[in-house]
């Protein structure tokens, strides 16, 4: 087997019956074990994977993972379940990625059907509008998907495959969309 090729089939699988020399994989008796998805999806993107199929691959948490790592690698300062509260109100936010004066609050949906977009968006506005006020800073709210790239109302809606590249564009084109200030 070719090696991109195998690297893909252990990530589906989780192990195989022979030794593989990668990150996020530990080789016991002879199989080799997948103790970390998300390093592993990110080797086989190195080694030329698509990267919309590594992210296919792996299921929601090791998505909302792989996301951040993304931001991680653009040099942004990145929370992962960035829970806070606001008065009485909790909120949660998949990712948050910092970036000198402002913030981007990602909403991870392992999805390909666009119609639910507008309802996920609305709500993820929602609480990027109270992360603005709890962080003390401009927020970008930004929703990641399996396949589509899209602005919806001033939010971008971005496909897996276009991560890297949103990331290392957005200090530049954030007048483009909407951002959330804090009020006060």
Same mark, same amino acid.
């Not at 022979?18 to 080799?32: C, I, R, T, Y």
């Given at each position: 087997m070719e090696g991109?090729?195998?690297?893909l089939e252990l990530l589906k699988k989780g192990s195989v019956d *022979?030794?593989?020399?990668? !990150?996020?994989?530990?080789?016991?008796?002879? &199989?080799?074990v997948v103790l970390d998805r998300v390093l592993l999806g990110?080797?086989?993107? &190195?080694r030329?994977?698509? !990267?919309?199929s590594v992210a296919r691959i792996?299921?929601?948490?090791? *998505?909302?993972?792989f996301?951040?790592?993304?931001f991680e690698t653009m040099e942004y300062d990145v929370n992962e379940d960035f829970? *806070? &509260?606001l008065g009485k109100t909790r909120r949660q936010v998949d990712v948050v990625a910092t970036k000198k004066d402002f913030a981007v609050a990602i909403d991870c949906k392992h999805w390909t059907k666009t119609k639910s977009f507008s309802s996920a968006m609305h709500s993820h506005v929602q609480r990027c509008s109270l992360l603005a006020l709890c962080l003390k800073k401009s927020v970008l709210p930004v929703i990641v998907t399996l396949g589509s790239t899209l602005v919806l109302d001033g939010v971008p809606i971005v496909a897996s495959y276009k991560l890297r590249d949103f990331a290392l564009e957005l200090p530049y084109r954030?007048?483009? *969309?909407?951002?959330?200030h804090p009020i006060g």
């Open positions: 991109l090729t195998i690297l *022979f030794e593989v020399d990668a !990150p996020g994989v530990e080789v016991l008796q002879h &199989k080799s990110i080797e086989a993107i &190195k030329g994977a698509d !990267p919309s792996l299921d929601w948490r090791s *998505f909302e993972r996301v951040a790592r993304a829970r *806070f &509260k954030l007048e483009e *969309f909407t951002m959330l």
